[in-house]
Structures are given as C-alpha cells and as structure tokens.
Nanobody, 122 residues
Framework: VQLVESGGGMVQPGGSLRLSCAAS????????MGWFRQAPGKEREGVSC????????YYADSVKGRFTISRDSATNTLYLQMNGLKPEDTAMYFC????????????????WGQGTQVTVSS
C-alpha cells in the first residue's frame, strides 16, 4: 500500500478535522500530491493540490479559505486541515499522487489512497 489516509470521522457543522496521508518515500519525493473527494451520486472533485517543487497550493472554490493543504517531508505525510466544515463537505476523501496540479486537481493520477469518510452533520 503506497498511500494511507487517516483522520476522517463525524463532526458537527462548523467543526474541524485534519486528514493525513502517509506516503512511501518514493511517491512523496517524485509526485505532486493532493486531495479529492466524492459524495454519493456525485463526480470525484479535486479539493486541493500542492506543488512539491514550488510549494504552491491550489484549492477548489468551495473550500478556499476553510481548508489548508500542507506536507511534512520528515515523515512523508500530506495533510488537509479542514475548518468551518459544512454538511456539503460530507464525502469520501482520497489522497492522490500524480504528474502535476491542474488547479485544485492532481493531474495524471498514478496512485490513490483507499479513502477516509468525512461526515458533517448535526
């Protein structure tokens, strides 16, 4: 297993969660990484992407100002800090590694994590 997510759960509206994605060293060093999400009956949406070389970050309009993507090179871990969660953020969240960032989407995904469920409900 190359990408392992954790940190999902159930939270009330307005709450926070931090997702983690532990990557193998080769993936972390050689690929751009980011987060997607998919709600039931909807297409998979690129939430955020980070450019490993420049540190540039990109976000979907729906999460801008509330979510923050970051990485820790010491542990080969990608994070997604999610604040101000809304019921519409409810989805399965996936970590992905690929060839680049096309806005908030990882382009040319080579590796997917297994996903972690986030549920925002009162």
């Amino acid at each position: 297993v190359q990408l392992v997510e954790s940190g999902g759960g159930m939270v009330q509206p307005g709450g926070s969660l931090r997702l983690s994605c532990a990557a193998s060293g080769s993936i972390y060093s050689n690929y751009r990484m980011g987060w997607f999400r998919q709600a039931p009956g909807k297409e998979r949406e690129g939430v955020s992407c980070i450019n490993r070389s420049t540190g540039s970050t990109y976000y979907a309009d729906s999460v801008k100002g509330r979510f923050t993507i970051s990485r820790d090179s010491a542990t080969n871990t990608l994070y997604l800090q999610m604040n101000g969660l809304k019921p519409e953020d409810t989805a399965m969240y996936f970590c992905a590694a690929g060839g680049g960032c096309s806005g908030s989407r990882v382009r040319g995904v080579y590796y997917w994590g297994q996903g972690t469920q986030v549920t925002v409900s009162s």
